[in-house]
């Protein structure tokens, strides 16, 4: 079956970087671009940004651009969103999610989720 | 960017009853709206693509309509299970804009 496990929780200080993994299997990696969505503590959903894994073709949500990398790893099918300059605005449970496109769009399934928490 | 917003923010039914959320885009989006149900400390999941469309697995007592600007999700007869937060989703272009979520709770 399809599955999106991704890396475990951070802990980062303000400033630092953090790299979290979405690591695929059950289809083909190259055949569905890949999101990365963001959910702070008791608040909605933010899309982040897109990636082709094919290619490494991305776009990122403007309110990241600069501080946001999305890439692919073909060799084990695996994406990974890098956040930089963290502060404490970005304490986010942060998601990677398939997108299904047949006509239309959609996100299944989506990763477990990585909470990651900047604090000093 | 494309605003989705939906109403209610929250609210609290019973077992049985009719639900309905709904969900209006800032322009037209044609049918490019998803719907999805994210339980505590889980992932959201997907329950209706392409505005209507039923994703395999999903209760039948689920449905989404609408077009445009203007979309409603319903429940047709709420069950325990159901509590948790909805959200609607815009795939019409990026950035894929999500509603701000409605909370389902169980009387």
């Known amino acids: 079956q399809v599955q999106l496990v991704q890396s475990g929780a951070e802990v980062k200080k303000p400033g630092a970087s953090v790299k979290v993994s979405c690591k695929t299997s059950g289809y083909s990696f190259t055949s569905y671009y890949m999101h990365w969505v963001r959910q702070a503590p008791g608040q909605g959903l933010e899309w982040m940004g897109i990636?082709?894994?094919?290619?490494?073709?991305?776009s990122y949500a403007q309110k990241f651009q600069g501080r946001v990398t999305m890439t692919s790893d073909t060799s084990t099918s695996t994406v990974y969103m890098e956040l930089s300059s963290l502060r404490s605005e970005d304490t986010a449970v942060y998601y990677c999610a398939r997108e299904i496109r047949v006509g239309k769009n959609w996100f299944d399934p989506w990763g477990q989720g990585t909470l990651v928490t900047v604090s000093s | 960017d494309i605003q989705m917003t939906q109403s209610p923010s929250s609210l609290s039914a019973s077992v049985g009853d009719r639900v309905t959320i709904t969900c209006r885009a800032s322009?037209?989006?044609?049918?490019?709206l998803n719907w999805y149900q994210q339980k505590r400390g889980k992932a959201p999941k997907i329950l209706i693509y392409a505005a209507s469309s039923l994703q395999s697995g999903v209760p039948s007592r689920f449905s989404g309509s609408g077009s445009g600007t203007d979309f409603t999700l319903t429940i047709s007869s709420l069950q325990p299970e159901d509590f948790g937060t909805y959200y609607c989703?815009?795939?019409?272009?990026?950035?894929?804009?999500f509603g701000q979520g409605t909370k389902l709770e169980i009387k």
């Open positions: 990636i082709n894994p094919i290619g490494g073709g991305t």
């Open positions: 322009q037209s989006i044609g049918s490019f």
């Open positions: 989703q815009q795939s019409y272009s990026t950035p894929y804009t």
